[in-house]
C-alpha cells in the first residue's frame, strides 16, 4: 500500500487569502485525485491530476479557484485561492491502488477560512 | 436528487450487535462498489470492494449488492468498540477511476 502525507494538516486563513496544500506519496503513482469533504457531506472529487498533463477538473470546480500542480509521480499540490468561508472544509489527496478503483487517501488537510 | 443516498446517522449500538449500513444510487452505469472506513481525523481506507451483484464476506464484514435494487449494504457481525468510525460507500463505473461517495454514516458501537 502506499503512504500518503498532507501539510499542513491544519490551518485558519482569512478570506481573500491563497492556500497550498502538499500531498506527497512514498511511491511513484500514474494518477492522484483531490478531494474536498465538507462537515455532514460526502467526499467530492474536485480534479483528477496525472504528471506531465493538465488537470482534469470536474463540474463546479474550476483552474483558477484551485489550481493544481504535479511536477512529479510522487507530488501533487493543491491551492485554494481567493478563499472564504464556504471554502471551509477538509481537502484530501489520494492516489490510485493495484486493485481498480481502490484508492489510498491522505490524512487530510483542515481548512478554515474566517 | 444525488447519485448516491447514505442514512448519516449517527448510529449507536451495543457491543456484540448486528450492524446494517445502507447505501441506494440512481446511475445504473455503476459497477464497482466499494466501502470505506474512515476514523475520527484520519483518511477514508478501504474495507471491502465488489464487482456487479452479489455478496462477499471478509470476517466479521459482508457486503451485499443488489443492482436491481440499486440498492447496497455493509452488515457488521459482532460488532465492537474499534468498529466506531464512519463508512462511507463508495461506486464507480468504467470512467477512470472515478469514485462517487455517498454521505458516510457515523457508527458508534458502545462497550
Known amino acids: 500500500s502506499a503512504v500518503i502525507s498532507q501539510k499542513p494538516s491544519r490551518d485558519i486563513c482569512q478570506r481573500g487569502t491563497s492556500l497550498t496544500i502538499q500531498c506527497q506519496v512514498d511511491s511513484q503513482v500514474t494518477m492522484m485525485f483531490w478531494y474536498r469533504q465538507q462537515p455532514g457531506q460526502s467526499l467530492t472529487l474536485i480534479a483528477t491530476a496525472n504528471q506531465g498533463s493538465e488537470a482534469t477538473y470536474e463540474s463546479g470546480f474550476v483552474i483558477d479557484k484551485f489550481p493544481i500542480s504535479r511536477p512529479n509521480l510522487t507530488f501533487s499540490t493543491l491551492t485554494v485561492s481567493n478563499m472564504s468561508p464556504e471554502d471551509s472544509s477538509i481537502y484530501l489527496c489520494s492516489v490510485e491502488a493495484d486493485r481498480p478503483y481502490e484508492q489510498y487517501f491522505g490524512p487530510g488537510t483542515r481548512l478554515t477560512v474566517t | 436528487q444525488k447519485e448516491v443516498e447514505q442514512d448519516p446517522g449517527p448510529l449507536s449500538v451495543p457491543e456484540g450487535a448486528i450492524v446494517s449500513l445502507n447505501c441506494t444510487y440512481s446511475n445504473s452505469a455503476f459497477q464497482y462498489f466499494m466501502w470505506y472506513r474512515q476514523y475520527s481525523r484520519k483518511g477514508p481506507e478501504l474495507l471491502m470492494y465488489?464487482?456487479?451483484?452479489g455478496n462477499k464476506e471478509d470476517g466479521r464484514f459482508t457486503a451485499q449488492v443488489d443492482k436491481s435494487s440499486k440498492y447496497i449494504s455493509l452488515f457488521i457481525r459482532d460488532s465492537q468498540p474499534s468498529d466506531s468510525a464512519t463508512y462511507l460507500c463508495a461506486m464507480s463505473d468504467n470512467q477512470g477511476g472515478k469514485l462517487i461517495f455517498g454521505q458516510g454514516t457515523e457508527l458508534s458501537v458502545k462497550p
Open positions: 465488489t464487482y456487479s451483484s
